[in-house]
């Protein structure tokens, strides 16, 4: 079974831009979850999705925003990018449940702002 | 505000050795936690947890023992072998929340680096 992918791997973007990131879940899994993981911060949730609707929230401001499709996959933007997004973006499935000793993670797509 | 740290950056160890990984945590409303391990150019993946009402717990050549009173969680790992090289980062948090992402707060990391 393929695990979670995610797309493109490797992203630079200029301060101002907007970046769409894309995520596809395990075949079967329906919950998708969104991390940042920066030297200095760690790992730090986004937000999670489930069957098309966010269910949580991490502390993260508006410029942040993610969706998720029929099919599971999921994509998360980020608008006006700042030099301090330059990150880790790691997505993560499961089958539906909420706790996270049961998500599966993908590689992640390395974001450089210039 | 509270936060869960790692003592040590890096950690260098002999193959065949036995590796120790320790963690801090100081939220003392945390009460499940978990250990993490983190390969070059991949995601974390999921290696053991513990609940508070736990002081050890043993999995696959590895062991986390939890030390309520001082706040601290360490990660064993027996016989390590070259395939143990990683960034291995601990998480807390509160079961009140369900034990999902949004109640997590997350370690940045030790690197095992493993001698042949």
């Known amino acids: 079974k393929a695990g979670v992918t995610q797309t493109p791997r490797y992203l630079i973007k200029t301060r101002g831009q907007q970046v769409t990131l894309s995520c596809s879940p395990i075949?079967?899994?329906?919950?998708v979850s969104w991390y940042q993981q920066t030297p200095g911060q760690g790992l730090q949730f986004l937000f999670e999705y489930f069957s098309e609707t966010q269910r949580n929230k991490g502390n993260f401001p508006g410029r942040f925003s993610g969706r998720q499709f029929s099919n599971s996959r999921s994509e998360m933007n980020v608008s006006t990018l700042e030099l301090g997004d330059s990150a880790l973006y790691l997505c993560a499935s499961s089958w539906g449940g909420y706790r996270v000793r049961e998500q599966y993670f993908g590689p992640g797509t390395r974001l450089t702002v210039t | 505000g509270e936060s869960v740290g790692l003592h040590l950056p890096t950690l260098s160890v002999q193959e065949g050795d036995n590796s120790i990984i320790n963690c801090a945590y100081s939220?003392?409303?945390?009460?499940?936690f978990i250990w993490y391990k983190q390969e070059s150019g991949k995601g974390p993946q999921f290696i053991i947890d513990?609940?508070?009402?736990?002081d050890k717990r043993q999995g696959q050549r590895v062991t986390v023992l939890l030390n309520k009173t001082v706040k601290h969680l360490s990660l064993q790992i027996a016989a390590t072998q070259p395939g143990d090289s990683a960034v291995y980062f601990c998480?807390?948090?509160?079961?009140?929340?369900?034990?999902?992402?949004?109640?997590?707060?997350f370690g940045k990391g030790t690197h095992l680096i493993i001698q042949p």
């Open positions: 075949s079967g899994h329906r919950s």
């Open positions: 939220n003392s409303a945390s009460d499940y």
């Open positions: 998480a807390e948090t509160p079961m009140y929340s369900g034990g999902g992402a949004d109640g997590l707060t």
């Open positions: 513990i609940r508070s009402n736990m």
